[in-house]
């Protein structure tokens, strides 16, 4: 008996484990093989609406439903290619929903000096180093000095140290990247 009713839910947990994207999610797409300054026009989170999903420079939403990141990626890659806005983009595509959203979605808050400030998807297990990427990375003026803010309490972090790097955040909290000194050099 246990074995017929395990039988029957194995079908109905592999559906949900690889249900795929579906309207309401969001998706964070990050795309290589192209310039820098290109990549932070297209890098981010995205909605998936009713039409499908709506990215940068392509005229039409591409439709979805139901597919699973990697072939995301592969439809946004001919999409971009069939569009002639660029030759060979590599894209990575990770899907955020349910409890990773949070409501309508967790976020991260980087500022300072990054190369694209603003909200970045939060994601679980996502690392100061993770967040400050997902922004661009640090720019040129970037310290190593960077504080971070938590329910209202400000720590002071250096991103020089493996520890501070690889500290794990949580939903809502904001990173700053200072700007660096005069004494600091450009390697810190």
């Known amino acids: 008996m246990k074995t017929r009713y395990l039988a029957c839910l194995?079908?109905?947990a592999s559906s949900l484990?690889?249900?795929g994207v579906k309207e309401g999610d969001s998706v964070q797409v990050t795309v290589r093989?192209?310039?820098a300054v290109e990549q932070e026009k297209v890098n981010g989170a995205?909605?998936?609406?009713?039409?499908?999903?709506?990215?940068?420079?392509?005229k039409t939403r591409l439709p979805v439903s139901g597919m699973e990141p990697e072939q995301i990626a592969?439809?946004?890659e001919r999409a971009y290619i069939a569009a002639g806005v660029y030759q060979?983009?590599?894209?990575?595509v990770e899907i955020v929903r349910g409890a990773d959203q949070k409501g309508d979605m967790a976020m991260v808050s980087v500022g300072g000096q990054v190369r694209r400030s603003g909200p970045v998807a939060f994601r679980q297990n996502m690392t100061?180093?993770?967040?400050i990427q997902a922004a661009g990375d640090r720019n040129e003026f970037g310290s190593r000095n960077i504080r971070l803010i938590r329910n209202g309490?400000?720590?002071a972090l250096d991103f020089r140290k493996p520890e501070h790097k690889n500290l794990v955040l949580m939903p809502d909290d904001s990173i700053i990247v200072e700007q660096r000194g005069i004494l600091e050099g450009a390697s810190d």
């Open 10 to 12: 194995l079908p109905l």
């Open 17 to 19: 484990l690889h249900a």
């Open 33 to 35: 093989g192209i310039p």
């Open 46 to 58: 995205y909605r998936v609406g009713a039409g499908g999903l709506r990215l940068p420079f392509l």
């Open 74 to 76: 592969s439809a946004a």
């Open 88 to 92: 060979t983009p590599a894209i990575d």
């Open 128 to 131: 100061l180093l993770h967040a």
């Open 153 to 155: 309490k400000t720590t």
